[in-house]
């Protein structure tokens, strides 16, 4: 009898003891449940890549200088030669595409807690900061890895993945659409996070999009468009 009090005992307590060890998240992620947790997550929202060693190789500002440290490398070198860097790590063109699309992850995943939050009065200004930095952060790739947009021909050529759903499923698989469908998805995000914006939210103003800063984005946007009848 004691023998199968002691059974049931340790069975009662071992199972509720595995029930809150599996409830417990893996990887104690944060949940994006109040508008301060998200407003963190949007710092995230920004590439943390630079994109001027490759980019600055291949314009007119470079220049043979002889036989150099630096020219033996392959991410100042082979931008010059317009041959393609093999290399992923920092400051190559496969780093910037990465950190691109995981600042778009961070944004897409803000902008699902907000809509599950559905607070708008609290997570407006939120909303339009992340449409903006995936705008920005899909306007950068498209830019750097798709052909110059033209209108005439912007509706056959090959653009960039564009996301705009928190990625889910390991390896999963996008489609490119034409450059014309992802600049016009930049633009309905442009448009609609502008508006949205409050300059009074941030405490560093410098590290966010900002209304001035959105302005200038959308003018560099509708200039890489060849749109210059937007005002």
């Known amino acids: 009898m004691k023998r199968k009090l ?6 009662s307590v071992f199972l509720t003891s595995c029930s809150k060890f599996l409830e417990t998240a893996p990887d104690l992620r944060t949940e994006l449940d109040s508008p301060t947790k998200i407003a963190e997550l949007l710092t995230s929202a ?3 890549g630079n994109y001027i060693p490759f980019t600055e ?8 200088k002889g036989m150099m440290m630096s020219s033996n490398n392959p991410i100042n070198m082979n931008p010059w030669m317009f041959k ?3 290399e992923n790590d ?3 063109p496969t780093y910037y595409w990465y950190a691109a699309y995981k600042a778009i992850g961070a944004a897409n995943h803000a902008l699902e807690a907000i809509e599950k939050l559905n607070r708008p009065e609290e997570t407006s200004s939120l909303k339009g900061e992340a449409l903006l930095a995936s705008a920005y952060a899909h306007h950068m790739l498209v830019i750097l890895y798709s052909k110059d ?7 056959q050529e090959i653009g960039i993945p564009f996301v705009d759903k928190p990625e889910k499923k390991v390896l999963k698989k996008y489609e490119r659409g034409t450059l014309k469908s992802v600049y016009d998805a930049i633009e309905k995000d442009l448009l609609e996070g502008i508006p949205l914006l409050d300059d009074n939210r ?6 966010h999009f900002t209304t001035a800063a959105a302005h200038a984005f959308a003018a560099r946007f509708y200039l890489f468009k060849h749109d210059l009848k937007k005002p």
């Open 149 to 155: 947009y033209d209108p005439e021909t912007a509706g």
């Open 202 to 207: 941030y405490k560093v103003k410098k590290y």
């Open 84 to 86: 393609d860097v093999e």
């Open 57 to 64: 190789s291949a314009s007119d500002n470079a220049g043979d």
């Open 90 to 92: 920092q400051d190559t």
């Open 46 to 48: 920004y590439p943390r």
């Open 6 to 11: 002691f059974t049931i005992i340790f069975t």
